[in-house]
């Protein structure tokens, strides 16, 4: 099983910073990398696939980059609505795998 | 407008068995592969099975294999996950989701059904 471990566990930041968030893979998964993003209450919603594709509708400030064991979700500059629970996920071998998540929280 | 709800949550006991259903529209179902993750209070999610668009290929968490089944009825536009031996460390919201152009990411989800397992 791949292991996915996302780091930090917390982020604290204010409105307009730069965030920036780890995911790192026990062995290689290619470029086969999700971001899911989860506000409270609430289903997740797919940010990213492929490590670096925005999906349909992700506004621009979110960038994904990395590939093989080490990936990184980028918010250029938070918005409010963006302080939530981010998720890594590999596709790349079976059982799929979750990472443990970042809370993006305001500071 | 895509739209997956899930049903058939709800309060069981050790040992006993459910069956979730998750009824979908706006999208032509037997064309996508779906998923269930699942969500224990408090804590990240957890992937728990994957069904292939024709129903042909299943895959399942080590965690439920053997005590869960996924299927599909394409002809309803439906999934199902059928839960037995529940264990305590099976209560979560449970949340299908629609596979996201081929890969087994997804790209919509319902807004869950939550299965609690206690005596």
């Known amino acids: 099983e791949i292991v996915l471990t996302q780091s930090p566990a917390t982020l604290s930041l204010s409105p307009g910073e730069r965030a920036t968030l780890s995911c790192r893979a026990s062995?290689?998964?290619?470029?086969?990398l999700a971001w899911y993003q989860q506000k409270s209450g609430q289903a997740p919603r797919l940010l990213m696939y492929?490590?670096?594709n925005r999906a349909t509708g992700i506004p621009a400030r979110f960038s994904g980059s990395g590939s093989e064991t080490d990936f990184t979700l980028t918010i250029s500059s938070l918005e409010p609505e963006d302080f939530a629970v981010y998720y890594c996920q590999q596709r790349s071998n079976w059982p799929l795998t979750f990472g443990g998540g970042t809370k993006v929280e305001i500071k | 407008e895509v739209q997956l709800l899930e049903s058939g949550g709800g309060l069981v006991q050790p040992g006993g068995s459910l069956r979730l259903s998750c009824a979908t529209s706006g999208f032509t179902f037997n064309n996508y592969g779906m998923t269930w993750v699942r969500q224990a209070p408090g804590k990240g999610l957890e992937w728990v099975s994957t069904i292939s668009d024709s129903g042909g290929s299943t895959h399942l968490a080590d965690s439920v294999k053997g005590r869960f089944t996924i299927s599909r009825d394409n002809s309803k536009n439906t999934l199902f996950l059928q839960m037995n031996s529940l264990r305590a460390d099976d209560t979560a919201v449970y949340y299908c989701?629609?596979?996201?152009?081929?890969?087994?990411?997804?790209?919509?989800w319902g807004q869950g059904t939550l299965v609690t397992v206690s005596s």
């Open positions: 492929d490590a670096s």
């Open positions: 062995q290689s998964v290619s470029i086969y």
């Open positions: 989701a629609k596979g996201f152009r081929g890969t087994s990411f997804v790209d919509s």
